[in-house]
């Protein structure tokens, strides 16, 4: 069974930079998509990065994404990590890690995520 526990959440201020980190155990694949999606207040939870866990191809859904939101893994550590630039009130919100095999990604789209961590929050401030 896998499990994911994320950390590095808090309150930081517009403009500054903060690195979540997911720490994945239990994959027994390689054929493994590690993924964050967000939950802002008021909003439907979204997709933000995901990596794919042996080649490291990296999909973003929104170029908007792309020039603020990095995505790394370390395989060595399990771990996942978003860095997070330039951060903006709007991007206040609880971030989840997740997971799911290449191939249930695949046919499902973001449903075939199938294991998710409990979340850590990130305030940013003006």
């Known amino acids: 069974q896998v499990q994911l526990a994320e950390s590095g959440g808090g309150a930081v201020q517009t403009g500054d930079s903060l690195k979540l980190s997911c720490a994945v155990s239990g994959v027994t694949q390689s054929r493994y998509v590690v993924g964050w999606f967000r939950q802002r207040p008021g909003k439907e939870r979204e997709f933000v990065v995901s990596?794919?866990?042996?080649?490291?191809?990296?999909?973003y859904e929104q170029d908007s994404m792309k020039a603020r939101f990095t995505i790394s893994r370390d395989i060595a550590e399990n771990t996942v990590a978003l860095q997070m630039n330039s951060v903006k009130p709007e991007d206040t919100g609880i971030y989840y890690c997740a997971s799911g095999s290449l191939q249930d990604i695949a046919s499902k789209g973001f449903q075939g995520f199938d294991s998710w961590g409990q979340g850590t929050q990130v305030i940013v401030s003006s």
């Open positions: 990596i794919y866990w042996s080649g490291g191809d990296i999909f």
